[in-house]
Every structure is written in C-alpha cells, then in structure tokens.
C-alpha cells in the first residue's frame, strides 16, 4: 500500500543552521513527490515537486529510490521558515496522499 | 484572485445534527477535492471530482457523510448526523487535475460536542 512516513512531529534548530526535514515513501510505481507547506494561519500551499528540481525559498529536495526517501533540505535556516511541512505522494494519476507533517521552529 | 473559498470558517455543532460545508473552487479549474484533516494528522482525501462526477468517493463514509457537485462548479459536504468523531478540518483543493497543483482552500474547523 501507497505511504508516506515523516519521523518527526516537531524539528527546532536556531537561525541560520542546516535542516534537513525526512520523508520516506512507500509506493510500488514510479512516484511523484511533493513537498506542501502551512504558515501560521495560512493555507497549506505547495512548496515544491520533485520533477521540477528547482529551488525554492533556498529549500532542494531530491527524490532517492534506492532509500525511498524524499527528504527537504535547506542551508540556513530562517525565522520565516518557521511552518507546518507535509511530504505527498501522487499516485493513480491525481491521487495525493500527504505524511502526519513535521512542524519547523526557527530560533532566533 | 480570491483562491478557494470555503464557507464557514468555523462551524460548533451537537452531535446527530446536521451540518454542511461549501467550497468555491478556482476559476476554471475543473478537478474539486474535499480532504479531512484531523488534529496532528495529513489531509486525507474524502471525494475528487472531475467536472460533476464523483471519480473517487471510495474513502467517504458513505452512511453519514455526501457531497454534490452541481454544474461542476461550487460543492457541497454534508454530514448527518454528526458523531463526536467527526471534529476536524475539512478542506476543499481544486485542480487542472492530472499531477497539476493542488490549490487548497483555508478549511472548516467542525467541533461537534
């Protein structure tokens, strides 16, 4: 059956430090990836997609089949980057199912 | 642009009451989602609609819980009657549909007491 595993609820790091937020799938097909993202009291939007191999807000994300992970990385961390972080898998065309989230606290 | 709109913001029932939400998709956008968020948990997908076709309904509780999609615009999620259970947010996405961006709206927060 299709998953998605995110190990941590709640990562903290101080401005300015590396993070790395984990996701791991569980899908038998060719899988496309997602990362959506919620700040405090806005909807969830998507943050970026696999196939698109771009960067966004400084945040990369490349897919590993051989470790069936898809783990978000940034650099140096921000106080703006402080939200909510799901990882999605979109199977069956338009079926997308999201991890548990791990929420990112930035300390100044 | 508005993005998806979904009314009401919040909604405080008792439980076996009835209670509805409504979702105004994107322009154009002809693929509808009604997700169910629970506390600490991802969206899980509760019906997609393509146009006015339910093309997949498979994880709605189908004894208490529907949805319509007239004209293949705004949709409706119905629930009756509510079970304490049932507390959580509901949110509405829309789509070009096929891998496209999901666009989701800011959610119902349902208490039922």
């Known amino acids: 059956a299709q998953r998605v595993t995110q190990p941590e609820k709640l990562l903290s790091v101080f401005k300015g430090a590396p993070v790395e937020l984990k996701c791991n799938y569980s899908y038998s097909g060719s899988p496309e990836l997602f990362w959506y993202v919620q700040y405090s009291r806005q909807r969830l939007q998507l943050l970026l997609r696999?196939?698109s191999r771009e960067s966004i807000k400084g945040f990369t994300a490349d897919l590993n089949k051989g470790e069936t992970s898809f783990h978000l990385k940034k650099p140096f961390a921000q106080e703006e980057d402080s939200a909510m972080y799901y990882c999605a898998l979109i199977y069956n065309t338009d079926k997308l199912i999201f991890g548990t989230g791990t929420r990112l606290q930035v300390f100044p | 642009e508005a993005g998806v709109v979904q009314s009401p913001r919040y909604k405080i029932i008792e439980k076996k009451q009835p209670v509805a939400f409504w979702c105004n998709p994107i322009?154009?956008?002809?693929?509808l989602y009604w997700y169910l968020q629970n506390l600490g948990q991802g969206p899980e997908l509760l019906i997609r609609?393509?146009?006015?076709?339910?093309?997949?309904d498979s994880q709605l509780p189908k004894d208490r819980f529907s949805a319509e999609r007239l004209k293949g615009v705004d949709s409706t999620l119905k629930i009756q009657p509510a079970e304490l259970g049932d507390s959580a947010v509901y949110l509405c996405?829309?789509?070009?549909?096929?891998?496209?961006?999901?666009?989701f709206g800011p959610g119902t927060r349902l208490t039922v007491l």
């Open positions: 322009s154009g956008h002809n693929t």
């Open positions: 609609y393509e146009n006015e076709e339910a093309v997949d």
């Open positions: 996405a829309s789509s070009l549909g096929n891998y496209n961006e999901q666009f």
């Open positions: 696999h196939i």
